[in-house]
């Protein structure tokens, strides 16, 4: 809180952090794949052995999930790594009594419409929208912002008179 407005920074770390968790993670099953890639191969000697086709066709099916969840890591990564180009470095939003100031948009509280906190898509972070009376709607990701939603939503109603608050109920959606 700075004099009579309360300012919200961008926190990059835990983007950063998830980008990190997600490479370690797509590195990982890599190596697990290339495991069981030698193993099946090394497996293909002994196929004259009993039970070894039982082995060949559970190593098979193991390298089938390998590649998929490689595919699923590789998507998670990329969005991982696009959500932490979307976080901002310094003050996301300055909540006062006159309204709600940022970057890329200022409401008076009059002008405003609503704020809402929403499920974030694919993993994504939850989103917190400030939207005006006219439609025009600023959102910020709540995951990285260095203030907690409930701080939040009382800086909100506090500045407002009571006129404001954030709308949680889609976020048990």
């Given at each position: 809180?700075?004099?009579?407005?309360?300012?919200?920074?961008?926190?990059?770390?835990?983007?950063?952090?998830?980008?990190?968790r997600?490479?370690?993670?797509?590195?990982?099953?890599?190596?697990?794949?290339?495991?069981?890639?030698?193993?099946?191969?090394?497996?293909e000697?002994?196929?004259?052995?009993?039970?070894?086709?039982?082995?060949?066709?559970?190593?098979?099916?193991?390298?089938?999930?390998?590649?998929?969840?490689?595919?699923?890591?590789?998507?998670?990564?990329?969005?991982?790594?696009?959500?932490?180009?979307?976080?901002?470095?310094?003050?996301?939003?300055?909540?006062?009594?006159?309204?709600?100031?940022?970057?890329?948009?200022?409401?008076?509280?009059?002008?405003?419409?609503?704020?809402?906190?929403?499920?974030?898509?694919?993993?994504?972070?939850?989103?917190?929208?400030?939207?005006?009376?006219?439609?025009?709607?600023?959102?910020?990701?709540?995951?990285?912002?260095?203030?907690?939603?409930?701080?939040?939503?009382?800086?909100?109603?506090?500045?407002?008179?009571?006129?404001?608050?954030?709308?949680?109920?889609?976020?048990?959606d």
């Open positions: 809180m700075t004099g009579s407005h309360v300012v919200i920074s961008y926190d990059p770390a835990p983007a950063a952090a998830k980008v990190a997600w490479r370690w993670t797509l590195t990982w099953r890599v190596g697990y794949l290339l495991v069981m890639v030698v193993l099946r191969i090394v497996a000697f002994f196929k004259t052995q009993p039970y070894v086709d039982l082995a060949i066709e559970c190593l098979t099916w193991t390298l089938v999930a390998s590649v998929v969840l490689i595919v699923y890591g590789l998507i998670r990564w990329w969005l991982a790594a696009r959500e932490a180009k979307r976080v901002g470095v310094g003050p996301a939003i300055a909540i006062g009594r006159e309204g709600i100031y940022s970057e890329k948009a200022t409401l008076a509280w009059p002008e405003l419409g609503g704020v809402t906190a929403t499920n974030g898509r694919l993993g994504g972070s939850p989103t917190l929208t400030f939207t005006g009376r006219e439609g025009a709607a600023v959102a910020f990701p709540m995951d990285y912002l260095d203030t907690l939603p409930a701080t939040i939503d009382s800086a909100v109603r506090t500045m407002s008179g009571g006129r404001a608050r954030i709308d949680f109920s889609r976020l048990d």
